[in-house]
């Protein structure tokens, strides 16, 4: 039993969407729980649901069944107080600097100017950009841009973390890199996080547990807890077969979802 109370539960979840070429399925009687502090990463083919199943805990997109419960209280719409969200593409303003870009999540929620630029300058320096606070989007590389969305919702210090594919479009190393940087910033802040990706390297690197989701309609296949230590090491027998395992799972639906 889980010494940690459960911060997320999610409950007979399900979704269709409505299409020009007719109705979609994109969730069906999801149910997944997730304890605070946790690290939790949902894998499984491409079109099964993730996204969407994360845009519903950000209270962005509504269940048509079911139901999503943050602290035991519903999720009803947007709260970036509780849920902060960080996408594949950083969404950066070109006009700001980086630390403008950092603390404008604060600006919306009305945080005093004084307040909100001292909660973004200290997050520079856990972020790795110290030297880059008035540097403009265009100035940094593909990595740092994705650390100030990481930072801009850091600075909103919600409980949750929302990510999906965050680094999705890095190349190789970078990605690599950016694992054990975020790994180090969630061991610091012991955020609970939500993460979405297809690398099933991420996905043994960072997590404490696993959730594969089957084809579209998405549920939920497969929780593995990960109970290894940090920093983990991906070439063990243990975390092969884990792999192996994970890629077992996912290469059935995506072989049935090609059917």
Not at 153 to 177: C, H, N
Request: glycine share 10%; with cysteine.
């Amino acid at each position: 039993m889980s010494a940690r109370p459960e911060l997320i539960t999610i409950e007979g979840v399900t979704k269709r969407y409505l299409t020009s070429s007719g109705p979609v399925d994109a969730l069906h009687d999801v149910s997944l729980s997730v304890e605070e502090g946790a690290f939790c990463t949902l894998i499984g083919p491409s079109g099964c649901g993730k996204s969407t199943l994360l845009g519903m805990l950000g209270g962005l997109v509504t269940p048509d069944r079911g139901r999503l419960l943050v602290d035991g209280r519903p999720v009803t719409g947007p709260d970036p107080r509780r849920v902060a969200t960080v996408f594949q593409e950083a969404g950066l303003f070109p006009w700001r600097t980086t630390l403008q870009n950092v603390e404008f999540g604060l600006e919306l929620q009305g945080v005093p100017a004084e307040r909100r630029r001292q909660t973004a300058a200290e997050l520079l320096g856990p972020l790795g950009l110290s030297g880059f606070a008035e540097k403009y989007p265009r100035e940094l590389s593909g990595g740092m841009k994705q650390r100030v969305a990481i930072g801009r919702a850091l600075a909103l210090d919600a409980k949750i973390l929302l990510m999906d594919e965050p680094f999705g479009a890095l190349d190789e190393q970078t990605r690599l890199l950016m694992g054990e940087w975020l790994l180090d910033i969630w061991r610091r802040t012991r955020k609970t996080v939500i993460f979405v990706t297809h690398s099933l390297h991420e996905a043994l690197f960072l997590s404490t547990r696993v959730a594969v989701m089957t084809a579209r309609p998405g549920r939920i296949k497969t929780a593995l807890d990960l109970t290894m230590e940090y920093p983990r090491a991906m070439e063990s027998s243990e975390m092969v077969a884990l792999r192996a395992k994970l890629w077992s799972e996912i290469r059935e639906e995506s072989l049935r979802a090609m059917r």
